[in-house]
């Protein structure tokens, strides 16, 4: 995933039980509602990981 801003690559964060995108350069913050629509097939399966952790 990459940052719409700066190009930058994003991270996976997750707060308590919330899970977000944070850009490594800019430091913008990305829910993932927002990024749904460009996750790539990377991002995916660190997000289903991150799912069985907030859910189980
Ligand atoms: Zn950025």
């Not at 190009?7 to 977000?20: D, G, H, I, P, T």
Request: some cysteine; proline content about 2%.
């Amino acid at each position: 995933m990459q940052c719409k801003k700066c190009s930058a690559k994003l991270e996976v964060q997750r707060q308590c039980r919330r899970v977000f995108m944070r850009c490594t350069g800019c430091n913008r913050v990305y829910q993932i509602h927002e990024v749904a629509g460009d996750l790539d097939p990377e991002t995916e399966k660190i997000l289903e990981k991150y799912t069985v952790i907030i859910y189980d």
